[in-house]
């Protein structure tokens, strides 16, 4: 089977979730395991990810203040200083949770 066609079998496969799979024809066991191999539970995941994600937004918000006060726009400035400090106590708090886990030893 040529890259092409091997590329449409897969894509097909992913974006069609009434599409079968050949684990389902012949293992049906290898489907089961789909998910299983992650590194840490999903409530700790989400937590990492959302401080992630936030750490990224309170980065920038310096860049979008800056922008704004170069286009004398006062009213944006005063909204991403508010979103800063909003984000920075979203931060905290994550922090302070993954800690708390940490300490109980629940963050795994």
Request: net charge negative; aromatic share 8%.
């Amino acid at each position: 089977m040529n890259n092409e066609k091997q590329f449409n079998k897969s894509f097909d496969k992913q974006s069609n979730p009434a599409a079968k799979s050949q684990n389902q024809q012949g293992d049906p066991q290898a489907d089961d395991q789909i998910g299983e191999s992650r590194g840490m539970s999903n409530h700790s995941h989400d937590l990492v990810h959302e401080l992630s994600i936030r750490l990224d937004s309170q980065w920038r918000y310096d860049q979008f203040i800056e922008n704004a006060q170069a286009m004398n726009m006062p009213d944006a400035v005063r909204m991403f200083e508010r979103f800063k400090r909003e984000g920075q106590q979203a931060i905290n708090e994550l922090r302070d949770h993954i800690t708390m886990m940490s300490r109980e030893g629940t963050f795994r």
